[in-house]
């Protein structure tokens, strides 16, 4: 775990939205991290999931991006469950809302750069004011619907 500890502040310098990285905090019990008061400060949890169970980190209520090893260090068993028994939960289906197989990273730290940015793109759009003038509209609308307006954020 260490050595991607140590990889964060590389991902913060690539970086060209705002990021912070808190304390790396470890357990064996996902359970033990809801009290953390970490957890209320920050927007999304990066989980390592090194062996251990992780079920319950998606009731947090917070945007979760799991780092899996694979090539580059001991297999875990979490490679093997993360789809079948976390997000399918032992079915055909994805169970889980709000976390995806999207949301696996793995052996890719630089993979998790896209995910932070589309994060922080999110957070920042989240409960915001959209007006338009001239109306909302896109590519798929007829030329005679489509036009270009003004569009300010608040």
Not at 56 to 61: A, H, T, W
């Amino acid at each position: 775990m260490q050595k991607y500890c140590e990889r964060l502040p590389a991902v913060k310098q690539r970086a060209d939205y705002p990021i912070e990285f808190l304390d790396v905090s470890a357990c064996t019990d996902v359970k033990q991290l809801k009290a953390h008061p970490d957890i209320q400060k920050c927007d999304t949890i990066l989980l390592y999931g090194a062996g251990h169970d992780i079920f319950g980190i998606q009731d947090f209520g917070k945007d979760v991006i799991v780092f899996q090893r694979w090539n580059s260090g001991p297999v875990y068993r979490h490679i093997i469950t993360i789809s079948a028994r976390f997000l399918r939960q032992h079915t055909d289906e994805q169970m889980l809302s709000g976390i995806r197989n999207s949301d696996v990273v793995v052996d890719n730290p630089e993979e998790l750069d896209w995910r932070f940015r589309a994060l922080c793109g999110l957070k920042n759009t989240r409960g915001a004011k959209i007006i338009t003038i001239g109306g909302a509209s896109g590519w798929s609308q007829s030329s005679q619907e489509n036009s270009l307006g003004a569009v300010y954020c608040a």
